[in-house]
Structures are given as C-alpha cells and as structure tokens.
C-alpha cells in the first residue's frame, strides 16, 4: 500500500495528537483518581482517625475531671462544665462519624459501639442532671461506672481505628496499583509516542530529506548544463515522485531543446557550407563565364575578322579567276613537257632496281658471316669467364690454406720443441700458399686482359654486323622504294595525261570560279553581320551573367 507524503504526515500527526490526547486524559484520569483516592483517604479514613481519636479524647478528658473532682482539684460545677462540654463534642464527634462512608463491618462495630457510648453518655448525663438540680453526686461511683464503660468503647474505638487503618492500607494498595497501571500504560504511551517519534524522523530524514536532497543535487547538476544526470525516485507513488516524475519531464524538455538547438546548429552549419559552397561555385561560375565571355568576344571578334578577310579573298578570287585561264593554257602545254619526260624516268628507274637487287645479296651473305664470327667470339668470352672461376677458386684455396697454415703455425708455437717440425712444414705449405696466390693473381691479370681484348672484339664485330643488317636493310629499302619510284612514274605519266585533260576543264571552268567568287562575297558580308550581331549579344549575355552572380551573392 502506497500512501502520499501528506498521508503519511497527517496520519503522524493524529497518532501524535492521539497519543498527547490519550496522554493528557490519561494524567487527567490518573489526577482525579488519587485526587479522589486522596480525598476518600482523607474524608473517610483520616477524618475519622481524628474522629475517633478525639472521641476518645473526650471520654478521657471526662474521667480526668471526675477524678479531679473526686481529688478536689477542681469543685463540681467547673467538673460539671466540662463534662458537658465534652459530652457535646463527643456527641457532635460521633454524630459527624456516622455521616462518613461506612463500609459494612464498619457500620457494624460503629453500631456495638453505639451501645457503649449510650451508656457512657447516660452516666455523664446522670451526673449534669444531679449538677443542675443542685444533688448530690457521687462523683466516685460515677467515675467507677464511667470507667467501666468506657473500657468497652475504647475497645471498640480502637477495632474502628484498625479497620480505619485497614481501610486506608487498602485504598493506598489500590491507589498504588492504578498509579502503577497508570504508570505502565503512560510508558506504553511514551513508547508509542517514541515509535511515532522515530516513524517521523524516518519519514522526514528518509522519505523526505533525502529524496529532496537528491532532487535538489539533480536540479543543481540540470541547472549547472549536466542533462546526464541521474534523477532517481520516479517509481515513488508519493509528492517527491511527482515531483521527480515533473523533472524529469522537465530534463526531457532541456535534453530535446539541447537536441533541437544542436539539429539548429548543424542545419545552421550546413546552410553555411551550402552558402560557402554555392559561394565557391558561384565564383568558379563567374570566372567560367568570364573566360567563355571572353573567348566568345574573341571568337566574334576572329569571325568578323575572318569574313572580313574572306570578303577581301573572294574579291581577290574574282580578279585573278581571269588570270588563272590564261595561266591554265599555259600549263596544259607544260603538262605534255612533263609526260614525255616521265616515260624516260621509268626506264632509267628499272635499270637501278637491278643493280640494287645484287646489292642486297652481298648485304646478306656479309651479315651471315658477322653472325657466325660473333658467334665465336662469344664462346671465346664465355671460357674466359669460366677460367676465371677456376682462378678465383685456386685463390680462395689458397687463401683456406694460407689461413691454416698460420693456424697451425701458432698451433706448433704452443706445442714449443714438439711442434717446431710441424711449424717448419706450416711454414712451408704457407709460402706454396703464397706462391699460389701470386700465380693465381698473374694468371687472373692474364686472363682479365684476354677477357678485356675478347669483349672489345665481339663489341666491333657487333658493330660490324649491325652495319651490314643496316646496309641489308638500306638495300632492301633502296629496292622498295625504287620499285615504289617506278610505280609512281607510271601513275606521274597516267596523272599528267589526266592532267593535260583536267587543265582543259579549268580552263572551261573559269567562269564558274568568278561567279562562285561573287556569291562567296555576298556571304562573306552576311557573316560579317552576324559576327557583329554576335558580339553585341555576348556583351548583353555577360552583364546578363554578371548582374545573375551578384543577386546570388547578395542573397
């Protein structure tokens, strides 16, 4: 069961109130009993002790006056006032007795004892009536009768006094036993009270200080930006879970305005990236157009240029096409020169073919021979090379003998007089070591010169064969291309015969060729107008562009 804060307080604070209640009624109770208890002990037990005690006192005092009387310490009539003065407080004393609360064996004695103070009281009332008659009385024998009576009644105060005294034990015993009920039942009420007590100190220190002290420390790390931390207490059905449950909402809030302003700012930093790129796109734009622009305008600027030139050329064409007649006559003759004179060629170009064809088989058979001697040559290489392996083996030999022959050299030292034979024979095998090395190395100079001399030779007789396969190739060249040369005189002379007749066409064809060059200036000038159309619309187009870039930059 899940009670809210206030409950809870409330709920506390009526067990408090009940328990302070309930305390206070209980004291009150515990008050008024022993007040009545008190008042019980003192009305009917502590007044009739002094009750009986002064009834007691006063059949005393009346014997003591008879005997005084009888003495004759005192006269009659003083013995006689004071007997009926002390008859009067005994009677009023007994009467106020039997007003008290009597118990049952208490009303019992007090009516024994009434007998007895009948007959004490009519004995003194005896004498104060022979007093007041002025008789005679007889003051011993009435004291004698007196005294025997009174022996009856003091028996009969002191049975009343102890069970005044019994009386008063056991209203002190029950008045002690409700203090001591009352006492443990105030115990269990401060128990209660304390257990309430605790209950409250938990319920401020646990379930409501410590929960708003970790909602106060999670407040002020929200506030202090941390919107990781924990808010925990969610779970609670009480006033703090609410609570936390509306911070929570609330760092909900801030983590989703923290989330909406980082999506504002990437959003914000990517317009701006668009910006910067549109920015740079815009300028590589611009200087993209300007270069087009520019090359357009000189684009333009070249055509017009060109038609310009090409009006010039067709005006040009139209005045020389009339020269051009006359020099084609004269070419037409030339041309029958040059086809007599090809024919001649042809021969003569048969004639070279052949000697070139011998040519090229003397190439051939010398570049055999530079092949097979090459061949040679480099066999003759490959055994220098073998040869000198073998000598670099002899020397590494004898270099391993040598190094043995100076280890058994310091060997036959160590070894003193017993090694001085060996030592000599290691002495020996180092100096044939050492002859070795040097023969090896004479042979090796050798052979290094023989292989210096083979490489050289096969070097020239590479060259030598290169040169020839390069003559063989000339030839073969030389060949192809007079065979070619011929082939080109006989198309020469079949050209030049269609040459003679083509100079004829020109010839006819002249007209054609002005008026061609009429119409070619007619649309030279058009061109010549479009050029100039064509520059003003690109100037138009960039300030078009220009005025297009800066309302993108401005915006």
Not at 2 to 24: A, D, E, Q, Y
Not at 94 to 108: M, N, R, V
């Amino acid at each position: 069961m899940h009670m809210s804060l206030k409950t809870r307080l409330v709920i506390l604070l009526f067990v408090l109130g009940g328990l302070l209640f309930g305390s206070s009624a209980f004291g009150h109770y515990a008050l008024r009993n022993m007040h009545q208890n008190l008042q019980t002990m003192y009305a009917d037990r502590v007044v009739c002790l002094g009750q009986l005690s002064s009834l007691r006192d006063s059949y005393n005092a009346m014997l003591v006056a008879l005997r005084k009387v009888i003495s004759g310490e005192i006269d009659a009539r003083a013995a006689g006032g004071t007997l009926k003065q002390e008859l009067t407080r005994s009677q009023q004393t007994w009467a106020a007795y039997l007003t008290t609360y009597l118990t049952p064996d208490e009303k019992a004695l007090a009516a024994n004892l009434q007998t007895h103070l009948t007959r004490d009281d009519a004995i003194v009332e005896e004498v104060l009536r022979r007093l007041d008659r002025d008789e005679t009385v007889d003051f011993s024998t009435a004291r004698l009768k007196l005294i025997e009576e009174v022996q009856p009644t003091n028996a009969g105060l002191t049975e009343l006094t102890s069970l005044q005294i019994r009386e008063a034990r056991r209203e002190f015993e029950e008045a002690d036993a409700t203090a001591i009920w009352l006492r443990y039942l105030n115990f269990g009420a401060l128990a209660l009270a304390a257990l309430a007590v605790g209950y409250g100190l938990y319920v401020i220190l646990v379930q409501v200080t410590r929960p708003l002290s970790a909602t106060t420390a999670a407040m002020g790390r929200l506030a202090a930006g941390d919107l990781a931390a924990d808010v925990g207490g969610a779970d609670r059905r009480d006033e703090i879970g609410a609570m936390v449950k509306a911070l929570r909402v609330f760092r909900d809030a801030l983590v989703a305005k923290r989330k909406a302003d980082e999506a504002a700012a990437a959003e914000q930093a990517v317009k701006m990236r668009r910006a910067e790129v549109l920015d740079g796109a815009t300028q590589a734009f611009r200087s993209q157009i300007e270069r087009m622009m520019r090359a357009l305008v000189s684009a333009a600027t070249e055509m017009e240029a060109a038609a310009r030139l090409m009006s010039r050329n067709a005006d040009q064409t139209a005045a020389q096409s009339s020269t051009v007649s006359a020099a084609a006559e004269q070419t037409s003759a030339n041309v029958q020169t040059v086809a007599a004179a090809s024919e001649e060629l042809a021969t003569s170009i048969g004639s070279i073919n052949v000697q070139i064809a011998h040519s090229s088989d003397i190439a051939e058979r010398a570049a055999a021979s530079a092949a097979e001697t090459n061949t040679l040559v480099m066999g003759l290489a490959e055994g220098a090379e073998r040869i000198g392996t073998v000598i670099g083996l002899i020397s590494g030999i004898a270099a391993q003998t040598n190094l043995l022959a100076l280890n058994a050299t310091i060997e036959a030292a160590r070894a003193g007089e017993a090694g001085r034979g060996f030592a000599v024979v290691a002495s020996e095998v180092k100096e044939l070591a050492a002859q070795t090395t040097r023969a090896t190395e004479t042979i090796s100079a050798q052979v290094s010169a023989i292989q210096g001399e083979t490489n050289r030779a096969v070097e020239a007789i590479q060259a030598i064969a290169a040169t020839v396969l390069e003559l063989r190739t000339i030839s073969v060249g030389v060949a192809a291309a007079m065979e070619q040369q011929g082939a080109v005189t006989q198309e020469i002379v079949r050209n030049v015969t269609q040459a003679a007749d083509g100079t004829q066409a020109v010839t006819a064809n002249i007209g054609s060729v002005t008026q061609v060059a009429g119409e070619t200036g007619n649309a030279a000038s058009q061109v010549l107008q479009a050029a100039t159309d064509l520059a003003r619309q690109s100037d138009a187009l960039n300030a078009a562009v220009i005025e297009y870039l800066a309302t993108v930059q401005a915006a």
